[in-house]
């Protein structure tokens, strides 16, 4: 880590997770919040001796650096303060910036079996998690779900007390044996009889200290009754549902759906079978020729979705909130579980290593010839779409609820339909472009938002150079930027609330370092400012005046209000409490979910009602108001 790491982290914020504390009087005493919330999280780094300040950073360093860092090294080795210390010598360094000493620790990702990561000695009261608005105490059952992940023994070898053969469904068991036996004709296990087969797939298990045996979880899930799988004694939160939406009309929710309602036993086998199917049905891909010349329709392409599809089934968290969603769109694919990643994203994207939250699960749809053990999953994806040039599938980890989305774009890397969108936008701007900066247009325009972390997925360039390439194109009024931190990303500009204001000798987003001179040039040209935070905009605050300075407000006026501030443009919860002057969680849950469910407003991301981020328009009941 050197001074220039520090400040290009202070000029663009968003790179990975850091965090600026001021140190005087000491160590701060919620740097331990934290570092068990970046632990927890996706690692980060922390920067004592430079204070976060209105629209910028001062660097104002360390008294005694030398005995910050000892009593530092002291407290992250003292029990009483937290449980685990995830540093080595190299984590922890000062560093000089803008002439002044400063202390930075690089946390790390806390594996799956070291956390949670805890402030104090309860982790059911000291465990921290970050998200986009900072660190948030976890709760219990949130730890709860950390220490089960712990186990080196899989969460689907438990066997279920009072469960037996006949909460199976037969139909499924002699099924998935027919494929079995298809796959190895000669297999010594279809010598079997039903329970002693289903004992070595791992679905009927005995355990060897209490000599207790019975039907496991992964059986149960895999070929259970719905009923029986859902009993508050196995999963009572178990939920599969899939979703096509091919259809262009805005009124049609969806063009075929499948879910628990009773016509079919939904358990992970038979939602497999139907789902894949349907999935797969219509892409649009050349058949191969085999070597004897017999035509091969199975391509690459149908594996990757395979194992999409496979991947969600068996490393969802069956406890969790929201179940496994599939949901088939006419340019994308989108598959999200409950649970969050055993392996941080970098290690996924790089594979080679295997970690699955149900192992036997994995045997299971493995014995049948599908899944991957060899840590190459996401890579398969990776390579399906690179053949049809496609661009790239992205993974994404989002909390409260836990959830993991992977999202299968089946567009081109330059889409010609999106490059005349932005020509038709831009205009002779788009020409002056270069290749990379159009390929971020592009993801933006596809994919409704662009971040630095997508574009390390889509290219092979550096972070730095990426955030140099995003920033130029807000500078030039082509990219709006929303959001600070590891909550960047970048929409086309005009997309959302954020709107042209004055011009600045800064780039949008990029703070004010006290004593350091942070004004860059590209050319001749100073980078100048497109966009103005909603909080600060003008004419929003003119829509709002009628409830700003004004305590009481009767409840019809405050939602007429909403829904003109939220017209044509989305809005979160934090930027209408700024707008409006009212706590940000009070008109989140007083109004703003309310109005949702009534159909007054529109939610940003539907499939996620939690996010933190989650962003809020008018919708179609608004024309009655």
């Known amino acids: 880590m050197d001074e220039k790491q520090i400040l290009h982290a202070l000029d663009i914020g968003e790179a990975q997770d850091w965090e600026f504390k001021s140190a005087k009087g000491g160590i701060p005493g919620d740097l331990w919040h934290t570092y068990s919330g970046m632990a927890n999280t996706e690692g980060g780094t922390i920067v004592l001796g430079i204070r976060e300040i209105v629209n910028g950073h001062d660097v104002h360093g360390l008294d005694d650096p030398e005995k910050t860092r000892k009593n530092f090294w002291d407290s992250v080795n003292n029990r009483q303060i937290t449980n685990l210390n995830l540093l080595a010598n190299h984590d922890v360094q000062l560093v000089t910036v803008a002439g002044k000493v400063v202390l930075v620790i690089r946390v790390p990702r806390a594996t799956r079996r070291q956390r949670p990561v805890y402030v104090g000695q309860n982790p059911m009261e000291g465990t921290y998690r970050r998200n986009y608005e900072g660190d948030y105490k976890c709760r219990p059952e949130d730890v709860r779900r950390m220490l089960t992940d712990q186990t080196e023994e899989s969460q689907d070898t438990r066997i279920l007390e009072h469960f037996g ?7 499924s068991v002699r099924q998935y044996r027919n494929r079995f036996s298809a796959r190895a004709p000669n297999h010594a296990w279809l010598t079997e009889d039903e329970q002693g087969f289903l004992g070595k797939l791992g679905a009927w298990r005995k ?28 999963m009572p939160e178990f939920h599969l549902d899939y979703r096509e939406r091919l259809s262009e009309e805005p009124a049609v929710r969806w063009t075929d759906r499948l879910t628990s309602d009773g016509t079919w036993v939904c358990n992970l086998f038979q939602f497999y079978e139907r789902v894949n199917r349907r999935l797969t049905s219509d892409l649009k891909i050349p058949f191969q020729l085999q070597p004897d010349m017999s035509r091969k329709d199975d391509t690459i392409v149908h594996e990757a979705v395979r194992e999409a599809l496979v991947n969600a089934l068996i490393h969802a968290d069956h406890r969790g909130q929201g179940g496994v969603v599939i949901e088939k769109y006419r340019d994308r694919f989108e598959l999200s579980n409950p649970g969050t990643l055993l392996l941080d994203v970098e290690q996924v994207w790089r594979g080679g290593i295997s970690e699955c939250r149900n192992k036997t699960l994995q045997t299971m749809f493995n014995l049948i010839g599908y899944g991957e053990k060899a840590g190459s999953g996401f890579d398969k994806m990776r390579q399906g779409w690179a053949s049809q040039q496609w661009l790239t599938p992205n993974i994404e980890e989002s909390t409260r609820p836990d959830r993991v989305r992977v999202v299968l774009p089946m567009v081109s890397l330059l889409p010609e339909e999106s490059l005349k969108r932005l020509r038709a936008r831009f205009g002779k701007e788009l020409d002056a472009l270069s290749s ?52 960047t990303r970048y929409e086309l500009a005009g997309s959302s609330a954020y709107k042209p204001g004055p011009p600045s000798d800064r780039l949008p987003g990029t703070p004010h370092i006290i004593g350091v001179d ?8 100073t980078h100048k400012a497109t966009a103005l935070p909603p909080e600060l905009d003008p004419e929003l605050l003119t829509v709002a005046q009628g409830a700003r300075g004004r305590r009481r407000l009767p409840p019809d006026e405050t939602c007429q209000i909403i829904r003109d501030l939220c017209r044509n443009r989305y809005l979160t919860h934090r930027q209408l409490g700024g707008i409006l002057d009212r706590n940000p969680t009070g008109l989140q849950e007083r109004f ?28 179609s009941n608004d024309q009655a108001k």
């Open 165 to 171: 053969v006949a909460d199976l469904d037969p139909n």
């Open 207 to 234: 355990d060897r200290v209490t000599l207790v045996e019975g039907l496991t979880v992964a059986g149960l899930l895999m070929f259970g009754r719905d009923e029986a799988i859902r009993d508050p004694a196995a």
């Open 436 to 487: 990379l900066e159009v390929q971020s247009l592009v993801t933006a325009e596809t994919e409704s938002s662009v971040s630095n972390f997508r574009m390390q997925q889509v290219t092979t360039e550096h972070p730095a150079d990426l955030t140099q390439v995003l920033q130029r194109l807000v500078a030039k009024g082509l990219l709006a930027q929303v959001g600070q931190k590891r909550g």
């Open 518 to 525: 942070s004004t860059r040039k590209e050319g001749n040209s």
């Open 592 to 619: 703003l979910r309310p109005m949702a469910r009534r159909g007054e407003l529109v939610l940003r991301f539907p499939h996620e009602p939690n996010r933190p981020d989650q962003a809020y328009t008018t919708g």
